[in-house]
């Protein structure tokens, strides 16, 4: 990554060089020809200096951005390797909070734009809380028809909420899959989408009843600034008021097994009693199954 950037700003000091050269000759003024080395310079380190910055200050298990006619695109979905760390870890939270279905594929969502609004307002929280643990991974169901635009523009207010808004009009998370798999929509081919999105609930209350117009979390008198969230059901979901407090990380693809029913011809059914001997069996099959769970 570094020794790219510097090829650049080599490329374009050469650049500058070369047209001073050429000014020299055609004006024969030095100091012209001074300022326009300084000015260029400091140009080409300073957008060196921005391109290190806004790259370190991505997730290191994030893939390089692809461009577009040169441009970066700003969406980028990664399928995981079923084999993989990150894979197994998404799978085992879906698991164990109440998962079921026959997982088509879990994506990693990269949006450099949006990844950075929610850290910005991650260092606004741990400053004002002096704390660092504000952070939660939590799940999401939404209708298969808003997934393009999560992905590129996040949990927008607009278009969630639609089925849960007894605790305000905000974006809702569960921290059981079970849970968030009632409010996905399935596709006419069955499938489900659910996210795993990191959520910044930050200091929150617990709401003992309902308020359908609630717009922020109330007012701590406590710490004097208001709640960074609000919690219901125990502590069983959680609702933020600002877009950027969340960032859908990963997107899981799923189909509900039937009642009863067996699983796809292609299906590796999977309980949780048999996680193990089941895991080790899928690491010795280089071919792409479909998991199911049933719990």
């Avoid at 004006?27 to 370190?56: D, H, P």
């Amino acid at each position: 990554m570094f020794s790219s950037s510097w090829r650049t700003l080599t490329k374009i000091l050469v650049f500058v060089f070369q047209s001073a050269q050429f000014l020299l000759r055609a004006t024969g003024s030095i100091i012209s020809i001074l300022w326009t080395i300084l000015t260029s310079i400091l140009q080409a380190l300073f957008q060196s200096a921005k391109f290190l910055l806004s790259e370190n200050d991505r997730p290191e298990n994030w893939s390089p951005m692809p461009k577009k006619n040169g441009i970066e695109v700003s969406v980028h979905l990664v399928e995981l390797e079923e084999c993989s760390h990150e894979y197994r870890e998404v799978l085992q939270k879906f698991q164990n909070t109440g998962g079921n279905g026959c997982i088509k594929n879990i994506k990693r969502i990269q949006n450099p734009h949006l990844y950075d609004l929610y850290m910005v307002r991650k260092r606004k929280i741990d400053k004002e809380t002096r704390r660092q643990n504000n952070e939660k991974k939590l799940f999401h169901g939404t209708n298969y028809k808003n997934l393009e635009k999560i992905n590129e523009n996040g949990f927008n207010r607009s278009f969630c909420g639609v089925h849960a808004t007894l605790f305000g009009k905000g974006v809702y998370f569960a921290g059981d899959a079970g849970y968030s798999m009632k409010y996905s929509d399935a596709t006419d081919s069955g499938y489900k989408s659910l996210y795993l999105a990191r959520v910044l609930v930050g200091q929150y209350t617990e709401m003992q009843k309902g308020n359908k117009d609630l717009k922020e979390p109330p007012f701590n008198p406590q710490t004097q600034r208001h709640y960074d969230s609000v919690s219901g059901y125990n502590g069983r979901i959680f609702v933020v008021f600002h877009d950027a407090q969340c960032y859908p990380e990963y997107l899981i693809t799923l189909k509900i097994l039937k009642e009863n029913g067996p699983p796809a011809s292609n299906a590796v059914v999977l309980k949780k009693q048999n996680n193990n001997n089941n895991n080790n069996n899928n690491n010795n099959n280089n071919n792409r199954n479909t998991l199911c769970f049933k719990n």
